[in-house]
């Protein structure tokens, strides 16, 4: 079967491994290189690494009428589209042949969008998965054809949770890929009235609001780590706050404290001890010791 993947975090790279070891992976499709850390020097994309690292070619169209003329030239059968970026339109979800599908990161139609770890992580929900979906015109709209499930953890960031999903997408699409060229799985429409939205994130949403309900704080933590990254202000300075949990406890909100049960904040509700933080300019670092490092009353965040 031919193939190819579309995709360019890290979170397709299971999908490239998989498709190079079982079929004829004529190409991985990535975002063009962009300017990454303090230097702004060109970076490839998480998926052009591994497809060099498997000797698959890369193509990097930066339109979609050049996406749409690459995937002509392909002669696919089947397309697999994870964490792409780029709208592929319907003259280019027809050319292969088994069409395009997609491995979405929640279980379908719950968190349509660009952030569905995210936005499940904020809403405090206790499962999510994979769905196995073939693609159309709209977002996230086409029919499932599979699905991977799985709980979230209590205490797991967006980041570890996102690593889960990729290798549980991956083991999906193995179970699948005779099945997928062969016609065979039953496509499930969509209950509409069940679709909610995963908006792409921005900055300002990871500000934390210690005025809010504890688990609503630590929810927040967990959901922009490590990107953006949960933040506040300390004396007049950005510092992010990776790793924290809920624990007994009254402080005002936003209010910080040391004590035998380690680094505190108070929220509306509780508290929240903190693991690890990092202050504007520094690395990132265990709370307890960065407060044991503060001259005076350590105050209080925002």
């Given at each position: ?5 579309l ?30 850390g ?16 498997q ?10 009428a ?16 994870v ?7 319907a ?5 292969p ?45 086409g029919?499932v ?30 179970t ?56 506040t ?6 510092i ?12 005002e ?50």
């Open positions: 079967m031919r193939t190819a993947l995709g360019t975090p890290q979170e397709a790279v299971p999908a490239i491994d998989i498709l190079a070891g079982q079929t004829d992976l004529r190409a991985v499709i990535t975002r063009p290189d962009r300017p990454r303090r230097s702004r020097s060109p970076a490839a994309p998480e998926a052009k690494v591994r497809a060099v690292e000797g698959v070619p890369v193509c990097q169209p930066a339109t979609p050049a996406l749409d003329e690459a995937v002509a030239a392909m002669d696919l059968d089947l397309a697999v589209v964490s792409y970026g780029m709208v592929v339109g003259a280019t979800l027809a050319r042949r088994s069409g395009m599908v997609n491995l979405h990161f929640s279980l379908l139609p719950r968190w349509r969008g660009a952030a569905p770890i995210q936005r499940a992580i904020l809403a405090g929900d206790d499962v999510t998965g994979v769905s196995l979906m073939r693609m159309d015109t709209g977002l996230d709209t029919p054809l599979a699905v991977w499930r799985t709980s979230i953890g209590e205490d797991e960031a967006a980041g570890a949770l996102s690593e889960r999903l990729a290798l549980g997408g991956a083991e999906l699409l193995a699948h890929l005779g099945a997928l060229e062969r016609g065979e799985l039953e496509p499930v429409a969509q209950e509409e009235s069940m679709v909610t939205w995963a908006p792409r994130l921005v900055v300002s949403e990871a500000r934390l609001d210690f005025h809010q309900p504890v688990e609503q704080v630590a929810r927040a933590v967990r959901a922009f780590c490590p990107r953006p990254g949960a933040h202000t300390w004396r007049g300075k950005r992010k706050i990776l790793l924290a949990r809920p624990v007994p406890g009254r402080l909100p936003g209010c910080l404290a040391v004590d035998g049960n380690g680094a505190r904040v108070g929220t509306a509700t509780g508290c929240l001890a903190l693991g690890t933080v990092q202050p504007e300019g520094r690395k990132a670092m265990d709370a307890l010791a960065w407060l044991r490092g503060v001259k005076g009353d350590p105050g209080r965040f925002g």
